[in-house]
């Protein structure tokens, strides 16, 4: 078999093995692992909150999803499992199917995965263009930090509401019932957020901020101040009896679709299921392709290493694939705990491995301590979540200084992602931006007739030779402009060079305008010299029947050719 069809599994994880590995690269990977592990499982608890499940989910895919990923995929450092990106798509796909229509669109979007991973489809990043980006990622950190303020406050009767302006109009209106218990743990984990990297960064600052809200908060609790914890919004059940808390269990295989739908019923797969998730599993697909390949782009600008994108897509796809069997949600790499890895000594996929058995680690011997954690804390972490994921600063500095048509594509994808969905934003984002490159593809491009003398070689040519000169792409857009000037030349043109030199490429649209030039010069008499056609602009002139005749049409590769054919052409007509 071809070694170019080789399925690139585990990729990352055997070139690390032979560019050699050492006990110290074990080592450094190890401590590593640990020091994600520890950030990750308040966070895989956060975001699984946010997207409406039981925190336990989160966890769960950070284990079983955060192991495959980094065993099969092609980054060396991507640390995988819940992300705050999937929050705004993830949540209404809660609230209307439920969990298990919820790990059935993770399920889906891993074959899609798969599929973009075997088409070798990974350079798909580069096609995403860096407003589109920057706006979909800071209106998912508004829409996220919107989302925390209910539990960092302690609101009560939000409820669901259908879009944002609903939403910061339920948040208003319950302001009145403010907990102070709750405000004071949220912001004590908050500042201690902010501050703690200023003094160090041995010990994780998510580590400290988390303990000190947890501390904070049974101090308030034991002096009768009521505080919201993860134990009294969440419970499991064991032989009829509910736990406060989160199970103490390793993740469990299990059927996604016999997990209750948005009724609470498991739910009747059908065609008519699949059809309404598929949308939602290709944009989970999508935003899982571009975060990942995105967060590998930033790890190989740290660590100076080049990672296989064909590889992580195969990687990401047998996660999502996989992960729902054991009550994950939808996983992907994410950059800040990658970042955080590569910063902590990481030198290949051991250290994800290593982060994935501290979660399970602490699932099972902390669950029952998960239960006191204030919910205003996690809604804390993922408020700083949010604003790192927004980027405002850079934002700030894009807005003051951006081309204004590539501003106006990043407020309009910021928009739309807050007020709409992020799935309509960048299928939006992306028509404007591809609009605009297409304008300014065009404004590169065109012709016009040129004096004789700007070519040596026709200079001196008599006043029936004519030279015309195209330079840029000739495609839909532009191929008309290109070429309208060519008609326009006097009665008296009998010979016509078309200089084709700075033309790259031709598309279906100018092929037929220029056959439409070429035979509007052919009934008036004009023989037409083709300079400097490209290799395969020439063969698709071919194949549209537009190729070289022996009277009208010749194709020439230099101006002294040119030159040659037209003056033997002149001697033979002044002969006859």
């Known amino acids: 078999m071809n070694s170019s069809f080789r399925v690139p599994l585990f990729a990352a994880l055997r070139d690390s093995f032979r560019q050699g590995y050492s006990l110290s690269s074990l080592r450094s990977d190890v401590l590593a692992g640990i020091t994600v592990g520890i950030i990750a499982i308040p966070l895989a608890m956060a975001l699984a909150i946010a997207v409406g499940v039981?925190?336990?989910?989160?966890?769960y895919t950070g284990i079983v999803g955060g192991l495959i990923i980094a065993i099969c995929g092609g980054s060396r450092f991507n640390i995988s499992g819940p992300t705050a990106a999937f929050v705004v798509i993830l949540l209404p796909i809660t609230q209307q199917y439920g969990l298990g229509g919820?790990?059935?669109?993770?399920?889906?979007?891993?074959?899609?995965?798969?599929?973009l991973g075997l088409g070798r489809m990974g350079n798909l990043i580069q096609f995403v263009p860096?407003?589109?980006?920057?706006?979909?990622?800071?209106?998912?950190?508004?829409?996220i930090a919107t989302l925390q303020i209910k539990d960092f406050f302690g609101l009560q009767?939000?409820?669901?509401?259908?879009?944002?302006?609903?939403?910061?109009?339920?948040?208003?209106?319950?302001?009145?019932?403010?907990?102070?218990?709750?405000?004071?743990?949220?912001?004590?984990?908050?500042?201690?957020?902010i501050l703690w990297p200023r003094l160090t960064r041995r010990v994780p600052g998510h580590l400290v901020a988390l303990l000190a809200g947890s501390l904070l908060g049974l101090l308030l609790i034991t002096l009768q101040m009521p505080v919201a914890t993860l134990g009294a919004r969440f419970s499991y059940e064991v032989d009829?009896?509910?736990?406060?808390?989160?199970?103490?269990?390793?993740?469990?295989?299990?059927?996604?679709?016999?997990?209750?739908?948005?009724?609470?019923?498991?739910?009747?797969?059908?065609?008519?299921?699949?059809?309404?998730?598929?949308?939602?599993?290709?944009?989970?697909a999508m935003l899982g392709a571009i975060e990942s390949l995105l967060c590998a782009l930033v790890a190989d600008g740290m660590a100076n290493t080049r990672h296989d994108p064909n590889a992580e897509l195969l990687g990401q796809g047998l996660g999502n694939l996989i992960v729902p069997f054991f009550g994950g949600i939808t996983a992907t790499a994410a950059i800040a705990r990658t970042a955080t890895s590569v910063r902590s000594g990481a030198?290949?996929?051991?250290?994800?491995?290593?982060?994935?058995?501290?979660?399970?680690?602490?699932?099972v011997l902390l669950a029952r301590l998960f239960a006191w954690l204030p919910m205003a804390s996690l809604a804390a972490m993922l408020l700083m979540v949010a604003?790192?994921?927004?980027?405002?600063?850079?934002?700030?500095?894009?807005?003051?200084?951006?081309?204004?048509?590539?501003?106006?594509?990043?407020?309009?994808?910021?928009?739309?992602?807050?007020?709409?969905?992020?799935?309509?934003?960048?299928?939006?984002?992306?028509?404007?931006?591809?609009?605009?490159?297409?304008?300014?593809?065009?404004?590169?491009?065109?012709?016009?007739?040129?004096?004789?003398?700007?070519?040596?070689?026709?200079?001196?040519l008599p006043d029936?030779?004519?030279?015309?000169?195209?330079?840029?792409?000739?495609?839909?857009?532009?191929?008309?402009?290109?070429?309208?000037?060519?008609?326009?030349?006097?009665?008296?043109?009998?010979?016509?060079?078309?200089?084709?030199?700075?033309?790259?490429?031709?598309?279906?649209?100018?092929?037929?305008?220029?056959?439409?030039?070429?035979?509007?010069?052919?009934?008036?008499?004009?023989?037409?010299?083709?300079?400097?056609?490209?290799?395969?602009?020439?063969?698709?002139?071919?194949?549209?029947?537009?190729?070289?005749?022996?009277?009208?049409?010749?194709?020439?590769?230099?101006?002294?050719?040119?030159?040659?054919?037209?003056?033997?052409?002149?001697?033979?007509?002044?002969?006859?």
């Not at 669109?105 to 599929?115: E, F, H, P, R, Y």
Request: aromatic fraction near 6%.
């Open 240 to 284: 009829g009896v509910l736990h406060a808390g989160i199970p103490p269990f390793a993740p469990q295989w299990v059927l996604p679709w016999r997990l209750p739908g948005a009724d609470g019923q498991p739910l009747l797969v059908n065609f008519e299921l699949l059809r309404q998730l598929l949308p939602s599993a290709m944009a989970v």
């Open 157 to 193: 009767n939000i409820g669901q509401h259908s879009n944002y302006i609903e939403q910061l109009q339920a948040l208003a209106g319950a302001l009145p019932s403010i907990s102070a218990g709750d405000t004071l743990v949220g912001i004590a984990t908050l500042a201690t957020l």
């Open 54 to 59: 039981a925190p336990q989910h989160g966890l």
């Open 347 to 363: 030198r290949s996929p051991i250290a994800a491995v290593v982060h994935a058995l501290v979660m399970l680690l602490a699932v």
């Open 130 to 143: 860096y407003p589109v980006v920057m706006g979909f990622t800071a209106g998912i950190g508004i829409v």
């Open 387 to 460: 604003w790192n994921m927004s980027e405002a600063p850079r934002v700030v500095h894009l807005l003051r200084v951006g081309p204004r048509q590539d501003v106006l594509v990043l407020l309009i994808c910021l928009l739309l992602t807050v007020l709409f969905d992020m799935v309509l934003a960048v299928g939006v984002g992306l028509l404007l931006a591809s609009a605009l490159f297409i304008r300014r593809m065009a404004e590169l491009s065109g012709g016009s007739a040129q004096p004789r003398q700007h070519d040596q070689a026709l200079a001196d």
């Open 464 to 576: 029936s030779v004519a030279l015309y000169r195209i330079q840029g792409p000739l495609f839909f857009a532009a191929a008309d402009k290109a070429l309208e000037a060519i008609s326009r030349f006097d009665n008296e043109v009998r010979h016509m060079v078309i200089d084709m030199r700075a033309v790259p490429s031709m598309d279906m649209s100018a092929l037929v305008l220029f056959d439409k030039a070429l035979s509007e010069l052919a009934q008036r008499g004009i023989a037409v010299y083709l300079l400097g056609v490209k290799a395969q602009i020439r063969l698709k002139l071919k194949r549209a029947g537009i190729g070289a005749s022996r009277d009208m049409r010749i194709f020439v590769a230099t101006p002294e050719l040119a030159a040659k054919m037209i003056r033997t052409r002149l001697a033979e007509t002044a002969g006859g």
């Open 102 to 115: 919820l790990l059935l669109v993770t399920l889906m979007a891993g074959l899609i995965l798969l599929a």
